[in-house]
């Protein structure tokens, strides 16, 4: 296994190792300065390299500085150079360092500046002599061959500003009218040039063209003349560069009459550099061409120029995007690989645990399965004996209540005390065992799920439910009771019977189908039932707009507190555990219930403060803080504890605006109502009766009252006209039910 574990990771190793390819080429490149035209040939080569992907560049700029470029070159080739482009500050003091580079084996490429030595592997350059030729040659042409002429040089003892030098002085040799008044020494810098003029102790005042060996230096003689005093408006200067402040802008807004672009080629010369590299063939010396600029074409030079630049920026973001992409690809292979390998290591070694432990975990498998299968079975049967024991255990406090028992011998009282103490020893160690039972199989298998016994009814068939009891009085309330256990029905009936009209159901499904049928005021259920729960009975009650109201007690054996969070989760208003006490029972019913008779209440206080707020005001059946089918009560403190108040207070604003709707309409009847609400005319009835005391009709009746009332006080409409608008056939019968409803005739209102 460690040796397999070994040879993957070597595998790994490998193949990330291919993913990384080193370049073989670096060049290094000694810049003399950080003008703009190096920061342009730079550029130049930065891109050109984009077309190579076997080549890094490493670049130094010296800043004019000899000893810093000295210092540069030699670190370059410590670090390992293929090949160094050096464009020399000064001839004599920078060639012992790029000998030595060359000596070293390096290749070395001079660029645009010559050295003292031919220890060189290429030079490639413009020709700075024709520059300052044709400079000389455009200078006399403009001045017609007469004049007076100051040139500013660059740096002493750089070859460019020798060789600028001597082909500008052999143009003007050939023009005997002009006068090379002076030759200003510079560095190539605009603030040097400045300096050299502002210091010249000459005759400024009849000077006719300054020519500057590069833009910048012709920049800052022409700023030194103008805080001089001088009216010298011609200036001419090398570079032509693009951009905001190069030559050929400056030449385009007459700012200088004339430059001469010094061409950078970064592209041809990395070119040259490759071609040494990879032992190509190769020119020696290499002359670049360039080009005069003037006012005729620095605007067309200039936008082409322009151009180049925007094309190339452009080009070099979609390298920094492709290098992004490629990056990150080579960064997710590496990771892809790394995920294999992991993935691979993680296989086996969970190959090798499960070896390892296999035959453990079949032993532990097996002793856990007997456990808990014994445990399962002495949970089922402590659940069972909570049934039984209730039918124990009630009957025996209802039995110790009688006249009978207490008429009874002392033998006869003493063996009822026995079976009492016994039975109570029993519930309790029922409750005990129960409680170890389940908590031990939870901990040892968090997933077990909680069984029965068959709980099947016994001989007496329970399949149709059966009205046990008739109403005795009209005011008799209506209880459903829902359980498998025929004898658990029974022994309910025997409790309830005296007080209340029974229905009784053996499963969920049975007990749905009469919610629906009779809508009862409360329902007594079980939880553990065949074909449909106690749990899912309950929650399609409180669903059910017809029988939302009506309160769910759980009878149950479930002793647990996580039982009982299922069960008020589902909807139930009451939990109680069996066994039970039969005056617990009792007194949750009645509380309940009193619980309905104080919602309707406070609907029938509503209404009553409807009545006396007519003889005091204008109520309106439209507002919901006056109308006597409002469901929110008018005290807060008076709010009923149940939890449904809110869903029923909606299905009254529903029924209050159906009413209301068709309120003209005299043919409205109840079933009208229920259809559009969606509920048959008994459940409309319960329901309506349960939530407010009244029937449909009284509520229809009065609402229409209220809206009379209403149109007498703030209308001319007559008597009948009032009548037969809010839905009354006949103004009689209008007159009749108004004195009822308010002590007073509709005529009398308007007296009032």
């Not at 290094?28 to 390299?49: F, H, P, T, Y």
């Not at 592997?121 to 520059?131: G, H, V």
């Not at 409680?435 to 399949?463: G, H, K």
């Amino acid at each position: 296994m460690q040796k397999l574990i070994f040879s993957l990771s070597i595998l790994l190793a490998v193949c990330c190792g291919c993913t990384s390819q080193k370049k073989p080429y670096t060049i290094g490149v000694s810049q003399c300065s950080g003008d703009i035209w190096r920061e342009k040939q730079n550029a130049e080569l930065l891109m050109s390299s984009y077309l190579h992907d076997n080549v890094e560049l490493s670049f130094a700029t010296a800043y004019d500085s000899d000893e810093r470029q000295v210092q540069q070159i030699d670190s370059l080739v410590n670090s390992g150079i293929d090949l160094l482009i050096v464009a020399p500050n000064q001839i004599a003091t920078i060639t012992p360092a790029i000998d030595r580079a060359y000596d070293s084996g390096i290749p070395v490429i001079v660029f645009e500046r010559k050295t003292d030595s031919q220890k060189f592997t290429a030079f490639m350059s413009a020709d700075n002599y024709e520059m300052g030729r044709q400079m000389g040659e455009f200078v006399a042409s403009q001045l017609k061959g007469t004049g007076r002429v100051m040139e500013i040089m660059g740096l002493k003892g750089s070859s460019p500003a020798i060789d600028r030098h001597k082909g500008f002085t052999d143009a003007l040799s050939n023009h005997p009218g002009i006068e090379l008044v002076s030759t200003l020494q510079g560095d190539w810098t605009e603030q040097s040039a400045y300096q050299a003029v502002a210091d010249y102790r000459g005759d400024l005042s009849h000077i006719d063209f300054v020519f500057g060996q590069n833009d910048r230096m012709a920049m800052g003689a022409r700023r030194a003349m103008m805080d001089n005093g001088n009216n010298t408006q011609h200036f001419c200067g090398i570079d032509g560069l693009p951009g905001e402040d190069g030559g050929i802008r400056l030449v385009r807004d007459s700012i200088l009459d004339a430059s001469y672009i010094y061409p950078t080629h970064g592209d041809r010369l990395l070119q040259l550099a490759l071609d040494i590299l990879d032992g190509k063939p190769y020119e020696k010396e290499t002359r670049l061409m360039s080009a005069l600029v003037t006012r005729d074409n620095a605007n067309v030079l200039l936008m082409q120029s322009e151009e180049i630049m925007r094309q190339t920026a452009y080009l070099n973001q979609l390298y920094k995007q492709a290098d992004t992409y490629l990056q990150e690809l080579d960064t997710q292979r590496t990771a892809t690989w790394l995920f294999v390998g992991l993935i691979i290591v993680l296989l086996l070694f969970i190959v090798f645990i499960y070896y390892y432990f296999i035959q453990k975990a079949r032993l532990a498998h097996e002793r856990t399965k007997m456990e808990r299968e014994q445990l399962d079975f002495y949970t089922q049967v402590s659940h069972e004996l909570r049934t039984p024991l209730t039918l124990i255990e009630g009957p025996l406090a209802q039995l110790g209540e009688t006249q009978d028992l207490r008429q009874a011998s002392p033998e006869a009282t003493s063996m009822f005390d026995i079976v009492s103490r016994n039975t109570r020893q029993l519930s309790e160690l029922i409750n005990k065992m129960l409680t170890f039972s389940v908590n031990d199989n939870a901990n040892l298998n968090p997933n077990a799920q909680q069984s029965t016994l068959n709980n099947q009814p016994s001989t007496l068939n329970a399949q149709h439910s059966t009205l046990n009891s008739q109403l005795s009085t009209p005011n008799t309330q209506l209880l459903l009771i829902v359980d498998d256990n025929a004898d658990i029905r029974t022994y309910l009936r025997t409790i309830l019977q005296d007080h209340y009209q029974l229905l009784e159901a053996a499963d969920g499904q049975e007990g749905w189908t009469l919610a629906n049928e009779q809508v009862p005021d409360l329902i007594i259920s079980d939880v553990m039932m065949p074909v449909m729960n106690g749990l899912q009975f309950c929650q399609l009650i409180k669903d059910n707009m017809a029988t939302s109201h009506v309160p769910v007690i759980l009878l149950t054996a479930r002793a647990l507190s996580k039982h009982q969070v299922e069960g008020y989760r589902s909807g139930a208003d009451a939990y109680i555990t069996k066994p039970f006490q039969p005056d617990v029972l009792q007194a949750r019913i009645e509380n309940l219930l009193h619980q309905r008779q104080q919602l309707r209440e406070l609907w029938t206080t509503d209404n009553a403060n409807d009545n006396v707020n007519a003889n005091n005001a204008q109520p309106s059946t439209l507002n919901p803080q006056h109308s006597t089918l409002h469901a929110q009560p008018s005290t807060p403190n008076a709010q009923p504890s149940t939890p449904n108040a809110p869903q029923e207070a909606g299905f009254i604003q529903r029924f209050r605006q159906v009413v209301e709707k068709h309120m003209s309409d005299s043919d409205l009847s109840v079933e009208d109502i229920g259809s559009e609400l969606g509920l048959s005319r008994v459940q409309l009835y319960r329901k309506v009766k349960a939530l407010t005391s009244l029937t449909p009709v009284e509520q229809l009746r009065k609402a229409r009252l209220t809206r009379a009332r209403q149109l007498l006080e703030s209308t001319d409409l007559s008597i009948s006209e009032v009548a037969y608008q809010v839905g009354f056939t006949a103004p009689s019968y209008f007159t009749k039910c108004f004195k009822e409803e308010y002590d007073m005739l509709p005529g009398d209102v308007r007296g009032r």
